[in-house]
């Protein structure tokens, strides 16, 4: 039986729930993040969990050599569209390591965290990350805050988007952030289920220690403003010891 998050990704309906993040929440991040990182040109990088590589393509648009890699293979069939010499695209799944390639960055974008059920799958994408990060290598994680999240979680939600009428029902249970998405399109109805571990900076925090790496940094929001409580995002630049 397929995981949830190999056949949801792998939707076009998962691009049209979530068509409002796009090129330009992108560029807004991607180039807050590299004005903080300031990182020489000679560096690579890697966007691990790609989708359809919005931001791998703004981070080679910066001179960067770049790889984007994801489990979805319609998603990297979109992505190698915008492949060149300094830019390129392959499936992958993040929790396995890597042959021939190293990295001096690497990126965890949108929420591309937490789909595992348990804490070892978890730091294996940890530990395999490590494997390929050059020495003094930086991770960079951009997650949901779950704290945020839980207290402001309407129990229904509907939302129209080119036609389709989502209906989204939230829920926490064991720990993970539960999005039933149910909508008929064409006279079929489709059903699919997100489960994001609802995991908070301490919680990362052991994880990313387990694995050997230090939290160097943290942010609340894509204008790179302080992470507490309430912020928006929970976004980590983490260093490999
Ligand atoms: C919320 S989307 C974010 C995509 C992209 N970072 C962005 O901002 O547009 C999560 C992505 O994780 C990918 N994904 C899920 N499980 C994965 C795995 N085990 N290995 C690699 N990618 C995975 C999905 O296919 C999906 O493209």
Request: hydrophobic content about 40%.
């Amino acid at each position: 039986m397929q995981e949830w998050f190999e056949s949801w990704f792998d939707t076009h309906y998962y691009h049209i729930l979530y068509k409002n993040r796009d090129h330009e929440e992108a560029e807004l991040f991607i180039r807050n993040l590299f004005n903080y990182l300031n990182l020489s040109e000679d560096k690579s990088v890697l966007d691990l969990a790609c989708g359809k590589g919005r931001h791998s393509i703004l981070v080679n648009s910066l001179g960067f050599k770049t790889t984007g890699v994801d489990l979805s293979e319609e998603s990297i069939l979109t992505a190698k569209e915008s492949s060149n010499d300094r830019l390129d695209f392959f499936v992958h799944d993040m929790r396995l390591p890597m042959q021939n390639r190293s990295f001096d960055l690497v990126l965890n974008l949108f929420t591309s965290f937490g789909y595992f059920n348990n804490d070892s799958e978890n730091l294996q994408v940890f530990d395999s990350i490590s494997s390929y990060l050059n020495a003094d290598g930086l991770l960079v994680i951009d997650f949901f805050n779950a704290i945020k999240v839980k207290k402001d979680m309407l129990a229904v939600e509907v939302k129209e988007i080119e036609g389709i009428k989502f209906e989204i029902k939230k829920s926490e249970q064991n720990g993970f952030i539960i999005k039933d998405i149910n909508f008929n399109d064409k006279g079929r109805d489709f059903t699919f289920q997100e489960q994001v571990q609802a995991l908070e900076l301490e919680d990362f925090e052991r994880l990313l220690t387990k694995a050997n790496f230090r939290i160097k940094e943290t942010f609340g929001n894509y204008q790179l403003d302080n992470f507490d409580k309430d912020a928006e995002r929970l976004i980590i630049i983490a260093e490999k010891l």
